[in-house]
Protein backbone atom coordinates (compact mmCIF):
# COMPACT_ATOMS: atom_id res chain seq x y z
CA UNK A 1 0.00 0.00 0.00
CA UNK A 2 3.22 2.51 0.73
CA UNK A 3 4.32 1.89 -2.64
CA UNK A 4 0.76 2.40 -4.43
CA UNK A 5 0.76 5.57 -2.24
CA UNK A 6 4.35 6.79 -3.40
CA UNK A 7 3.61 6.21 -7.09
CA UNK A 8 0.47 7.89 -7.00
CA UNK A 9 2.32 10.99 -5.29
CA UNK A 10 5.01 10.80 -8.12
CA UNK A 11 2.61 10.89 -10.86
CA UNK A 12 0.78 13.60 -10.67
CA UNK A 13 3.46 15.60 -9.57
CA UNK A 14 4.77 15.09 -12.77
CA UNK A 15 1.32 15.76 -14.38
CA UNK A 16 1.28 19.33 -12.51
CA UNK A 17 5.04 20.59 -13.78
CA UNK A 18 3.84 19.43 -17.70
CA UNK A 19 0.80 21.48 -16.89
CA UNK A 20 2.71 24.57 -16.07
CA UNK A 21 5.06 24.09 -18.85
CA UNK A 22 1.98 23.80 -21.33
CA UNK A 23 0.26 27.03 -19.73
CA UNK A 24 3.80 28.88 -19.50
CA UNK A 25 4.19 28.72 -23.63
CA UNK A 26 0.83 29.78 -24.71
CA UNK A 27 1.14 32.56 -22.73
CA UNK A 28 4.70 33.63 -24.16
CA UNK A 29 4.53 37.38 -25.85
CA UNK A 30 4.89 37.14 -29.95
CA UNK A 31 8.18 37.21 -31.82
CA UNK A 32 9.54 40.40 -33.11
CA UNK A 33 7.77 41.59 -35.77
CA UNK A 34 4.68 39.39 -35.39
CA UNK A 35 1.33 40.25 -35.01
CA UNK A 36 -1.82 38.49 -34.30
CA UNK A 37 -5.06 39.07 -36.02
CA UNK A 38 -8.18 38.19 -34.68
CA UNK A 39 -10.99 37.74 -37.35
CA UNK A 40 -14.65 37.85 -36.14
CA UNK A 41 -16.87 35.89 -38.81
CA UNK A 42 -20.87 36.83 -37.95
CA UNK A 43 -23.05 34.14 -40.40
CA UNK A 44 -26.62 34.47 -40.76
CA UNK A 45 -28.61 31.52 -41.89
CA UNK A 46 -31.37 31.67 -44.59
CA UNK A 47 -34.11 29.62 -45.62
CA UNK A 48 -34.39 29.51 -49.09
CA UNK A 49 -37.56 27.79 -50.83
CA UNK A 50 -37.21 26.08 -54.33
CA UNK A 51 -33.49 26.92 -54.84
CA UNK A 52 -32.00 27.06 -58.71
CA UNK A 53 -30.38 23.66 -59.57
CA UNK A 54 -27.55 25.85 -60.97
CA UNK A 55 -27.40 29.78 -61.65
CA UNK A 56 -26.54 31.38 -65.08
CA UNK A 57 -24.60 34.48 -64.85
CA UNK A 58 -26.06 36.78 -67.77
CA UNK A 59 -23.08 39.29 -69.32
CA UNK A 60 -22.30 42.02 -72.14
CA UNK A 61 -20.67 39.42 -74.37
CA UNK A 62 -21.52 39.79 -78.38
CA UNK A 63 -21.61 37.17 -80.68
CA UNK A 64 -21.77 37.56 -84.23
CA UNK A 65 -24.73 35.24 -84.85
CA UNK A 66 -26.69 37.97 -82.99
CA UNK A 67 -26.58 40.16 -86.61
CA UNK A 68 -25.68 37.66 -89.51
CA UNK A 69 -28.79 36.97 -91.70
CA UNK A 70 -28.91 35.56 -94.97
CA UNK A 71 -30.95 38.25 -95.47
CA UNK A 72 -29.18 41.31 -96.26
CA UNK A 73 -31.39 43.70 -95.91
CA UNK A 74 -31.77 42.10 -91.89
CA UNK A 75 -28.11 42.19 -92.08
CA UNK A 76 -28.05 45.60 -92.88
CA UNK A 77 -30.32 46.73 -90.72
CA UNK A 78 -28.62 44.56 -87.09
CA UNK A 79 -25.28 46.01 -88.52
CA UNK A 80 -26.34 49.55 -87.36
CA UNK A 81 -28.35 48.30 -84.76
CA UNK A 82 -25.08 48.13 -82.94
CA UNK A 83 -24.32 51.42 -84.11
CA UNK A 84 -21.53 49.94 -86.34
CA UNK A 85 -19.80 53.05 -88.01
CA UNK A 86 -21.34 53.21 -91.76
CA UNK A 87 -17.97 53.44 -93.28
CA UNK A 88 -17.35 49.76 -91.36
CA UNK A 89 -20.66 48.47 -92.54
CA UNK A 90 -19.88 49.25 -96.14
CA UNK A 91 -17.01 47.55 -96.21
CA UNK A 92 -18.45 44.59 -94.51
CA UNK A 93 -21.76 44.76 -96.98
CA UNK A 94 -19.93 44.88 -100.13
CA UNK A 95 -17.64 42.36 -99.56
CA UNK A 96 -20.42 40.26 -99.01
CA UNK A 97 -22.47 41.63 -102.23
CA UNK A 98 -19.50 40.65 -104.21
CA UNK A 99 -18.57 37.54 -103.41
CA UNK A 100 -22.42 36.97 -104.15
CA UNK A 101 -22.06 38.09 -107.85
CA UNK A 102 -18.73 36.86 -108.33
CA UNK A 103 -20.32 33.41 -108.05
CA UNK A 104 -23.02 34.19 -109.97
CA UNK A 105 -20.31 35.45 -112.37
CA UNK A 106 -18.69 32.24 -112.81
CA UNK A 107 -22.04 30.36 -112.93
CA UNK A 108 -22.81 32.54 -116.31
CA UNK A 109 -19.46 32.32 -118.23
CA UNK A 110 -20.04 29.44 -121.29
CA UNK A 111 -17.89 26.67 -121.49
CA UNK A 112 -16.55 27.18 -125.17
CA UNK A 113 -15.09 24.42 -126.77
CA UNK A 114 -11.29 25.27 -127.99
CA UNK A 115 -11.88 24.85 -131.54
CA UNK A 116 -14.88 27.38 -131.68
CA UNK A 117 -14.52 30.14 -133.56
CA UNK A 118 -15.88 32.19 -136.31
CA UNK A 119 -19.28 33.53 -135.76
CA UNK A 120 -20.40 31.10 -133.21
CA UNK A 121 -17.69 32.38 -130.95
CA UNK A 122 -18.50 35.47 -131.46
CA UNK A 123 -22.08 35.26 -130.42
CA UNK A 124 -21.28 33.06 -127.17
CA UNK A 125 -18.61 36.17 -126.43
CA UNK A 126 -21.42 38.60 -126.73
CA UNK A 127 -23.75 36.58 -124.86
CA UNK A 128 -21.47 36.11 -121.81
CA UNK A 129 -20.76 39.86 -122.16
CA UNK A 130 -24.40 40.76 -122.18
CA UNK A 131 -25.14 38.32 -118.74
CA UNK A 132 -22.18 39.56 -117.24
CA UNK A 133 -22.93 43.49 -117.91
CA UNK A 134 -26.60 42.54 -116.75
CA UNK A 135 -25.40 41.28 -113.26
CA UNK A 136 -22.71 43.92 -113.02
CA UNK A 137 -26.16 46.65 -113.01
CA UNK A 138 -28.21 44.25 -110.56
CA UNK A 139 -24.95 44.54 -108.13
CA UNK A 140 -25.12 48.69 -108.42
CA UNK A 141 -28.55 48.18 -108.21
CA UNK A 142 -28.86 46.19 -104.96
CA UNK A 143 -25.91 47.60 -102.93
CA UNK A 144 -27.74 51.64 -103.33
CA UNK A 145 -30.77 49.86 -102.21
CA UNK A 146 -28.90 48.17 -99.15
CA UNK A 147 -26.79 51.13 -98.42
CA UNK A 148 -29.00 54.34 -99.22
CA UNK A 149 -27.87 57.83 -100.94
CA UNK A 150 -24.30 56.91 -98.63
CA UNK A 151 -23.62 55.07 -101.88
CA UNK A 152 -22.85 56.32 -105.37
CA UNK A 153 -22.92 53.11 -107.08
CA UNK A 154 -18.65 52.51 -107.53
CA UNK A 155 -16.72 49.95 -105.69
CA UNK A 156 -13.80 51.89 -106.21
CA UNK A 157 -9.81 50.75 -106.98
CA UNK A 158 -7.85 52.92 -104.61
CA UNK A 159 -6.90 50.49 -101.39
CA UNK A 160 -7.50 53.08 -98.37
CA UNK A 161 -5.57 50.55 -96.38
CA UNK A 162 -2.59 51.02 -98.60
CA UNK A 163 -0.66 54.33 -97.02
CA UNK A 164 0.99 55.52 -100.60
CA UNK A 165 -1.75 55.58 -101.98
CA UNK A 166 -3.81 57.47 -99.14
CA UNK A 167 -1.30 60.12 -98.63
CA UNK A 168 -1.28 61.29 -102.35
CA UNK A 169 -4.99 61.30 -102.34
CA UNK A 170 -4.99 63.57 -99.28
CA UNK A 171 -2.44 65.61 -100.99
CA UNK A 172 -4.31 66.16 -104.17
CA UNK A 173 -7.48 66.45 -102.25
CA UNK A 174 -6.68 68.64 -99.12
CA UNK A 175 -7.75 68.16 -95.43
CA UNK A 176 -10.99 66.25 -94.84
CA UNK A 177 -13.26 63.93 -93.14
CA UNK A 178 -12.17 60.26 -94.16
CA UNK A 179 -15.69 59.61 -95.25
CA UNK A 180 -15.82 62.90 -97.24
CA UNK A 181 -12.57 61.84 -98.81
CA UNK A 182 -14.04 58.27 -99.59
CA UNK A 183 -17.09 59.49 -101.39
CA UNK A 184 -15.33 62.21 -103.36
CA UNK A 185 -13.06 59.58 -104.40
CA UNK A 186 -15.66 56.71 -105.24
CA UNK A 187 -17.49 60.44 -107.23
CA UNK A 188 -14.35 60.50 -109.06
CA UNK A 189 -13.53 56.96 -110.04
CA UNK A 190 -16.98 56.45 -111.49
CA UNK A 191 -16.78 59.47 -113.95
CA UNK A 192 -13.31 58.86 -114.65
CA UNK A 193 -14.70 55.24 -115.40
CA UNK A 194 -16.98 56.51 -117.64
CA UNK A 195 -15.13 59.03 -119.50
CA UNK A 196 -12.71 56.16 -120.31
CA UNK A 197 -15.59 54.29 -122.10
CA UNK A 198 -16.26 57.06 -123.99
CA UNK A 199 -12.73 57.04 -125.22
CA UNK A 200 -12.67 53.41 -125.85
CA UNK A 201 -16.09 53.78 -127.68
CA UNK A 202 -14.66 56.77 -130.02
CA UNK A 203 -11.65 55.65 -130.28
CA UNK A 204 -10.25 58.92 -129.20
CA UNK A 205 -11.47 60.59 -131.92
CA UNK A 206 -14.08 63.11 -130.86
CA UNK A 207 -16.73 64.46 -133.04
CA UNK A 208 -18.82 68.00 -131.93
CA UNK A 209 -21.34 65.48 -129.75
CA UNK A 210 -18.76 63.37 -128.08
CA UNK A 211 -17.15 66.61 -127.40
CA UNK A 212 -20.30 67.88 -125.90
CA UNK A 213 -20.78 64.62 -124.03
CA UNK A 214 -17.53 65.17 -122.08
CA UNK A 215 -18.07 68.03 -121.33
CA UNK A 216 -21.63 67.16 -119.36
CA UNK A 217 -18.97 64.41 -117.74
CA UNK A 218 -16.77 66.40 -116.75
CA UNK A 219 -19.71 69.05 -115.06
CA UNK A 220 -21.85 65.78 -113.89
CA UNK A 221 -18.49 65.16 -111.68
CA UNK A 222 -18.10 68.88 -110.40
CA UNK A 223 -22.06 68.83 -109.52
CA UNK A 224 -21.76 65.76 -107.13
CA UNK A 225 -18.42 66.51 -105.62
CA UNK A 226 -19.75 70.27 -105.04
CA UNK A 227 -22.81 67.94 -102.98
CA UNK A 228 -20.09 66.56 -100.94
CA UNK A 229 -17.46 69.12 -100.40
CA UNK A 230 -17.58 72.40 -98.40
CA UNK A 231 -16.93 75.51 -100.75
CA UNK A 232 -13.72 75.96 -99.27
CA UNK A 233 -12.71 72.03 -99.37
CA UNK A 234 -13.72 72.60 -103.41
CA UNK A 235 -11.84 75.15 -104.14
CA UNK A 236 -8.62 73.61 -102.06
CA UNK A 237 -8.96 70.56 -104.26
CA UNK A 238 -8.99 72.10 -107.57
CA UNK A 239 -6.11 74.87 -106.36
CA UNK A 240 -4.20 71.70 -105.89
CA UNK A 241 -5.21 70.01 -108.74
CA UNK A 242 -3.95 73.39 -111.17
CA UNK A 243 -0.75 73.27 -109.05
CA UNK A 244 0.33 69.86 -110.08
CA UNK A 245 1.03 71.35 -113.56
CA UNK A 246 3.44 73.51 -111.84
CA UNK A 247 5.00 71.32 -110.23
CA UNK A 248 5.46 69.08 -113.24
CA UNK A 249 6.98 71.89 -114.65
CA UNK A 250 9.38 72.76 -111.86
CA UNK A 251 8.22 76.14 -112.06
CA UNK A 252 8.00 76.29 -108.01
CA UNK A 253 11.63 75.50 -107.96
CA UNK A 254 12.49 78.00 -111.31
CA UNK A 255 9.91 80.43 -109.09
CA UNK A 256 10.93 79.97 -105.41
CA UNK A 257 7.00 80.65 -104.91
CA UNK A 258 5.45 79.56 -101.83
CA UNK A 259 2.97 77.52 -101.42
CA UNK A 260 -0.12 80.15 -101.09
CA UNK A 261 1.41 81.44 -104.33
CA UNK A 262 1.26 78.82 -106.33
CA UNK A 263 -2.65 77.96 -105.26
CA UNK A 264 -3.51 81.74 -105.69
CA UNK A 265 -1.67 81.14 -109.72
CA UNK A 266 -3.52 78.02 -109.89
CA UNK A 267 -7.23 79.47 -108.96
CA UNK A 268 -6.06 82.74 -111.24
CA UNK A 269 -5.48 79.34 -114.19
CA UNK A 270 -8.59 77.20 -112.94
CA UNK A 271 -10.95 80.27 -112.95
CA UNK A 272 -11.80 79.97 -109.43
CA UNK A 273 -13.02 76.54 -110.03
CA UNK A 274 -15.94 77.54 -112.03
CA UNK A 275 -15.29 76.41 -115.24
CA UNK A 276 -12.73 73.66 -113.65
CA UNK A 277 -12.81 70.62 -116.01
CA UNK A 278 -11.28 67.77 -114.76
CA UNK A 279 -10.83 65.87 -118.26
CA UNK A 280 -9.00 69.00 -119.65
CA UNK A 281 -11.59 69.51 -122.44
CA UNK A 282 -11.47 72.56 -124.80
CA UNK A 283 -14.03 75.42 -123.09
CA UNK A 284 -16.84 76.48 -125.47
CA UNK A 285 -15.66 80.41 -125.83
CA UNK A 286 -14.60 82.26 -128.38
CA UNK A 287 -11.16 83.85 -128.99
CA UNK A 288 -11.93 86.91 -128.13
CA UNK A 289 -13.20 85.13 -124.69
CA UNK A 290 -10.07 83.46 -124.74
CA UNK A 291 -8.06 86.44 -125.04
CA UNK A 292 -9.69 88.21 -122.55
CA UNK A 293 -9.63 84.90 -119.49
CA UNK A 294 -5.93 85.01 -120.62
CA UNK A 295 -5.29 88.49 -120.13
CA UNK A 296 -6.95 88.30 -116.37
CA UNK A 297 -5.37 85.42 -115.91
CA UNK A 298 -1.51 87.04 -116.68
CA UNK A 299 -2.37 90.45 -114.84
CA UNK A 300 -3.19 88.37 -112.02
CA UNK A 301 -0.20 86.55 -111.73
CA UNK A 302 1.30 90.05 -112.34
CA UNK A 303 0.08 91.70 -109.64
CA UNK A 304 0.88 88.22 -107.36
CA UNK A 305 4.28 88.20 -108.07
CA UNK A 306 5.64 91.56 -108.90
CA UNK A 307 7.66 92.84 -111.86
CA UNK A 308 10.29 91.24 -111.35
CA UNK A 309 9.29 88.14 -110.42
CA UNK A 310 6.79 88.06 -113.16
CA UNK A 311 9.35 88.04 -115.43
CA UNK A 312 10.64 84.90 -114.31
CA UNK A 313 7.30 83.77 -114.48
CA UNK A 314 7.34 84.38 -117.97
CA UNK A 315 10.32 82.72 -118.50
CA UNK A 316 9.45 79.73 -116.57
CA UNK A 317 7.23 78.61 -118.99
CA UNK A 318 9.11 78.13 -121.90
CA UNK A 319 10.70 74.97 -122.23
CA UNK A 320 13.67 76.47 -123.87
CA UNK A 321 14.67 78.01 -120.59
CA UNK A 322 14.11 75.31 -118.52
CA UNK A 323 16.18 73.00 -120.28
CA UNK A 324 19.02 75.93 -119.90
CA UNK A 325 18.18 75.96 -116.00
CA UNK A 326 18.62 71.90 -116.05
CA UNK A 327 21.82 72.01 -117.53
CA UNK A 328 22.98 75.32 -115.28
CA UNK A 329 21.94 73.08 -112.14
CA UNK A 330 24.13 69.67 -113.89
CA UNK A 331 27.33 72.11 -114.31
CA UNK A 332 26.86 74.07 -111.25
CA UNK A 333 26.65 77.37 -112.88
CA UNK A 334 24.46 79.86 -111.10
CA UNK A 335 20.73 80.61 -112.52
CA UNK A 336 22.05 83.77 -113.81
CA UNK A 337 23.94 81.88 -116.38
CA UNK A 338 20.32 80.20 -117.46
CA UNK A 339 19.23 83.57 -117.66
CA UNK A 340 22.10 85.46 -119.59
CA UNK A 341 21.91 82.20 -122.24
CA UNK A 342 17.83 82.56 -122.35
CA UNK A 343 18.15 86.60 -123.31
CA UNK A 344 20.67 86.24 -125.64
CA UNK A 345 18.74 83.78 -127.63
CA UNK A 346 15.91 85.91 -127.55
CA UNK A 347 17.29 88.71 -128.38
CA UNK A 348 19.27 86.49 -131.47
CA UNK A 349 15.85 84.98 -132.57
CA UNK A 350 14.15 89.28 -132.48
CA UNK A 351 17.51 90.48 -134.38
CA UNK A 352 16.75 87.56 -136.92
CA UNK A 353 13.48 88.52 -137.81
CA UNK A 354 14.57 91.80 -137.94
CA UNK A 355 16.65 90.99 -140.73
CA UNK A 356 14.24 88.43 -142.27
CA UNK A 357 11.43 91.46 -142.70
CA UNK A 358 14.05 94.10 -144.26
CA UNK A 359 13.09 94.69 -147.67
CA UNK A 360 16.17 96.73 -148.44
CA UNK A 361 18.94 93.80 -148.24
CA UNK A 362 19.24 91.28 -150.76
CA UNK A 363 19.88 87.88 -149.94
CA UNK A 364 23.75 88.21 -150.25
CA UNK A 365 23.74 91.59 -147.42
CA UNK A 366 21.50 89.05 -145.78
CA UNK A 367 23.47 86.20 -145.07
CA UNK A 368 26.49 88.59 -144.17
CA UNK A 369 24.52 89.60 -141.30
CA UNK A 370 23.49 86.12 -140.41
CA UNK A 371 27.44 85.26 -140.37
CA UNK A 372 28.57 88.06 -138.25
CA UNK A 373 25.93 87.29 -135.68
CA UNK A 374 27.13 83.60 -135.67
CA UNK A 375 30.44 84.17 -134.56
CA UNK A 376 29.59 86.77 -131.88
CA UNK A 377 26.91 84.20 -130.44
CA UNK A 378 29.21 81.47 -130.30
CA UNK A 379 31.52 83.35 -128.52
CA UNK A 380 28.97 84.96 -126.11
CA UNK A 381 27.34 81.98 -125.10
CA UNK A 382 30.44 79.46 -125.09
CA UNK A 383 32.12 82.42 -122.74
CA UNK A 384 29.26 82.18 -120.29
CA UNK A 385 28.51 78.50 -120.00
CA UNK A 386 32.01 77.27 -120.18
CA UNK A 387 33.65 74.76 -122.79
CA UNK A 388 32.30 71.48 -121.02
CA UNK A 389 28.36 72.81 -120.52
CA UNK A 390 28.47 74.83 -124.36
CA UNK A 391 29.27 71.18 -125.45
CA UNK A 392 26.47 70.04 -123.72
CA UNK A 393 24.33 72.42 -124.99
CA UNK A 394 24.89 71.70 -127.96
CA UNK A 395 24.00 68.72 -128.03
CA UNK A 396 20.59 69.49 -126.11
CA UNK A 397 19.10 72.51 -127.71
CA UNK A 398 21.92 74.70 -129.02
CA UNK A 399 22.04 73.77 -132.75
CA UNK A 400 20.73 77.53 -133.30
CA UNK A 401 24.65 78.55 -131.96
CA UNK A 402 26.03 76.83 -134.71
CA UNK A 403 23.29 78.00 -137.33
CA UNK A 404 21.54 81.45 -136.55
CA UNK A 405 18.94 80.87 -139.24
CA UNK A 406 17.06 78.08 -137.28
CA UNK A 407 15.85 80.66 -134.92
Not at 160 to 172: G, H, P, S, W
Request: net charge neutral; aromatic share 8%.
Amino acid sequence: MLRVLILSIVLNFALACAAIKLLSKSAAPPAPGASRVVVLLETQSVAVSNPPASLAWVTNQFHWRQVESTNYEDYVSNLRAIGCPEKTLRDIVVAEVSRHYAARQRDVRIERPFWMGGRKLKAAERAEAAQLKALEKEQAAFLQRLLGSGWHGWQGTMRMDRFDEQALARFLMGPMEDETLWRTLQIGEKYEGLKKALDRRTGDIFTDADETEARELSAGMRREMQTVLTPAQWEEMVARICAMDFLKGDVLELLAVTPAEARRIALARSGNGTTFDFFGNKREETPDEQELRERQFTNSVAQLLGEERFGEFQRAQDYKYRELFELAQANTLPKETAVQVYDIRRLAAEEVGQIRADASLDEAARRQKFDQMQGALQRAVSGALGTTAYQEYLKRDGAWTTNVTKL
